[in-house]
């Protein structure tokens, strides 16, 4: 998250919102986000129904829930998907920066 962090005013120049979606509860994500001052939206998912949803994956060898990252257009398509193979395969900010540029040039 601190990834997404750094490129915040980047990712918010393209008229993107980005939203983290985790397995701890309210309590945690609230004390989580105010330690962090993390600048977007935090959504608690300790059952697990947001990543289900979204087919995350999950390799209970390997840290539990992989991480998984899409972008989902304003009419609630998902146009990029990404389902890590470890905690460390996440794509970089400049990857998914060029991804929404291609993105919003379709709109």
Known sequence: ???????????????????????????AFKE???????????????????????????????AGRMPAMMLIDKAGQIRYQHYANSMRDIPSNQSILSILDKLNQEE
């Not at 105010?34 to 390799?59: C, E, M, T």
Request: positive net charge; hydrophobic residues 40%.
């Open 1 to 27: 998250m601190a990834q997404l962090r750094q490129d915040y005013d980047k990712f918010n120049a393209k008229d993107s919102v980005i939203l983290v979606v985790g397995p701890d509860d309210q309590a």
């Open 32 to 62: 989580y986000w105010s330690r962090n001052k993390l600048p977007f939206i935090g959504l608690p998912d300790p059952r697990h129904r947001v990543a289900d949803l979204y087919d995350q994956q999950v390799k209970f060898l390997r």
